[in-house]
């Protein structure tokens, strides 16, 4: 008696997710931008226990209303995920001095050169099709990409053309097989494919 049933809520779809994580916020009476709210299913899939708890312990320590992606990152960037995602958007966004920083600081945390390596090549790859939805190439559903990964990658997309793209991924293919050779240059890869990103390939 006095206990309430609590419903677990199928989270296999992006939307759902996303749904659940603002759905926490309005329960609290607070808010948070989608943006946000997508990093955190992100990095949490449908793991509800995970994303209650996140959700609340945002609440309790932070007062800002909305909760933006900002203070999100700043809350996990001690996660090696959600590292490589802050690197990735940096990047991609053109901030060349901050997706560096943000590196180095995740090195020194442990976080392996080909992790965020990898981010960058996911990163990439919503990019170009990004760049393909908005050309009329593939639709949203055949992107088969989480939908506000694919409207914030949209944002990124100045200065981008097909011989900057190509001269991207060409480079992080270098630099993953710089890093699984065991090479002291792996911290110098990364980097490298850093700056080619902030500079569209130039």
Known sequence: AGVSKITVPDLKKDDARLNFVLSLFERQNRSIEPA????ITEVLGGKTDQLAALCSQLCFDFEDNPITLKIVDQYLISDPQVTGFFVADKAAEGNYAQAILASRRAILQGVDAIALIGSLAAKMRIITKAIAVKNGEISNAQAKVNPWALKMAMRDLGGWNDDGIRKC????????????????????ALEKCISMIACRGR
């Open 36 to 39: 946000a709210a997508g990093r």
């Open 169 to 188: 991924f060409k480079c992080l293919a270098w630099a993953d097989e710089q890093c699984k050779g065991g090479t002291s240059d792996a911290d110098y």
